[in-house]
């Protein structure tokens, strides 16, 4: 049964008020962007965002007001520094209050790892000694049962969804991604339910022909969105590279309330889906993401 | 091409060029490296072509390096660090391999550093009410607590260079020896700090005064830093990056990005 539906259908039908998301889960590239741009659209409110970096894209949510809590490693934008929303959420309440859950990029990998193999928490001798334990309540300090040492327990986490944005899927959601992962396997593990955002929707063939690069099973998809250009302005190997640019134009425009305001407008509130929001970036920047060369890796014989 | 000068001194190379070429020196041939960000991930690339052709990099997101990227990153997870990998995995791979012992060195950097090399990126001020969020750990806290060595890259202002961080994000020796094996850190520690003015050494588990970049001095670091200095016996001028070594730091970042 085909999955694959619009983004503004996956978003309303399984992304509620209230919901907490994992998104971004491959650090820098593949982060799904454009589904984040619907949620703000559609003004879901009180989301707990779940996430290793997520670069931009959690910023953006929190200063369009989606956003109740942050279970994270790290808020802000990669190439060009602070978050801006992030800070004026945590300082000044704008646009209001944000419950932080700190973590490191380890502990976050690991609550998922948990979450997806159904064990209450897992062990590790990371964060020992710094005050992330005390900012975040739900880590508990113990001794190993075997060596007797010092041990920090991280509970698991079993998020509502994974939204992945992947290079090619199936109608069912069976879908290869490729470049490192990040925490994506972890978080399409553990949450409850998958979205997957495609650069490209192949026949089934392709995707059983090479079931190494499967990233989930796809019964835990519920839906296939399948939008060419849906990371931008992150990179997905393969398809486009980085637009550098857009995050300090970003950083730059959203320095003010204001300044947010008249950003959000023109990059999402007033674009109607992805095809206007291209059309808006322009022809020439989008030529100017595209591959200099195709970098093919060797097939693989699953012959038998 | 025209550089600016380095603190008000004629100097053919700016402040993080210096920075980078301390760095690459940090990083020893065969060693296992977490690159980190910005400046790192180009005193890896230097390193690799200078005197460590058999470093390897690890980079958290999921990735094993043995060359570096043939182009600048602006960051670890960019396309052309991802072509020609050793490995392209997950994050938790790169972690286990930090936990067990496999890393020798890490960079990070950090927006406040007290004396025994802990850092903060996470809270100035109270943690409930915030006067500045900052982004956070990303792998840093566990670099710092996991790796054998770290080394830390900042720019050096008195206003971050405090007596006590406000919060400890990334570990260093917490309040002096004994501290990390208090707490249950079985090894590692901050081994230098590589600022815009200087570098710093640890002895006793606090940071010592180990060299002055050009144009600097034991007084003008004394007054840009935030606690009462402790100068190494042979403290001397940083070894000033030579016309190679910034040949190849231009050559990756030729619009200076990172580097001016």
């Given at each position: 049964m085909s999955k694959i539906m619009t983004m503004c259908d996956a978003v309303a039908r399984f992304v509620p008020h209230g919901s907490s998301v994992v998104m971004g889960a491959a650090l820098e590239s593949l982060i799904p962007f454009a589904a984040g741009h619907e949620i703000i659209r559609r003004q879901v409110r009180d989301l707990t965002l779940i996430g290793p970096i997520s670069d931009i894209l959690f910023d953006q949510l929190i200063g369009a007001g989606c956003v109740r809590k942050v279970i994270a490693a790290w808020v802000g934008n990669v190439s060009a520094g602070l978050g801006h929303n992030y800070r004026r959420a945590c300082e000044q309440g704008i646009p209001h209050r944000l419950e932080v859950i700190d973590h490191s990029n380890f502990t976050i990998s690991l609550s998922l790892l948990a979450g997806g193999l159904g064990a209450p928490y897992i062990p590790t001798?990371?964060?020992?000694?710094?005050d992330i334990l005390r900012t975040n309540p739900a880590f508990r300090q113990s001794l190993s049962p075997f060596g007797g040492e010092k041990i920090l327990l991280v509970p698991s986490l079993q998020p509502d969804v994974a939204i992945l944005h992947v290079q090619r899927s199936d109608e069912n959601g069976n879908a290869h991604a490729w470049g490192n992962l990040g925490i994506s396997e972890e978080a399409a593990l553990a949450s409850q339910r998958i979205i997957i955002v495609a650069e490209e929707v192949v026949p089934h063939q392709i995707i059983v022909s090479d079931p190494n690069r499967v990233l989930a099973p796809s019964f835990k998809v519920c839906a296939v969105v399948r939008e060419p250009g849906g990371a931008h302005p992150s990179p997905v190997q393969g398809y486009y590279n980085r637009d550098h640019e857009y995050y300090h134009e970003y950083h730059r425009a959203t320095r003010t309330v204001e300044g947010n305001a008249e950003w959000m407008g023109k990059w999402v509130a007033d674009v109607k889906d992805r095809a206007e929001y291209f059309q808006k970036l322009g022809r020439e920047r989008r030529q100017g993401l595209?591959?200099?060369e195709h970098r093919y890796a060797a097939p693989v014989d699953y012959g038998y | 091409m025209p550089r600016p000068s380095i603190m008000g001194t004629e100097m053919d190379y700016t402040p993080q060029e210096i920075m980078v070429a301390a760095a690459a020196r940090e990083i020893r041939d065969g060693e296992i490296v977490f690159t980190g960000m910005r400046l790192p991930l180009i005193a890896f690339a230097l390193a690799k072509q200078m005197h460590a052709p058999n470093a390897v990099g690890l980079f958290e997101c999921g990735l094993v390096r043995d060359t570096p990227a043939p182009e600048l990153l602006y960051t670890m997870g960019d396309p052309p660090n991802i072509a020609g990998a050793l490995w392209a995995t997950r994050m938790i791979n790169m972690m286990g391999l930090l936990q067990r012992g496999a890393v020798d060195l890490g960079f990070i950097g950090g927006a406040e550093l007290d004396r025994f090399g802990n850092l903060n990126t996470s809270y100035l001020g109270n943690p409930e009410s915030p006067k500045t969020k900052l982004p956070g750990s990303g792998g840093a806290a566990d670099i710092a607590g996991l790796s054998r060595r770290f080394v830390v890259i900042m720019a050096h202002e008195k206003r971050r260079m405090v007596e006590r961080v406000d919060y400890i994000t990334s570990p260093g020796f917490g309040d002096g020896q004994g501290w990390r094996e208090r707490v249950g850190l079985r090894h590692g520690g901050p081994s230098a700090i590589i600022t815009t003015r200087c570098v710093f050494g640890f002895e006793s588990s606090e940071a010592v005064l180990r060299s002055y970049h050009p144009g600097q001095s034991v007084a003008s670091v004394r007054a840009e830093t935030g606690w009462d200095l402790r100068v190494a016996e042979d403290v001397h001028e940083t070894e000033s990056p030579t016309a190679e070594e910034l040949t190849i730091v231009r050559r990756y970042d030729p619009q200076g990005f990172w580097t001016r």
């Open positions: 001798y990371s964060l020992l000694g710094t595209q591959l200099k | -």
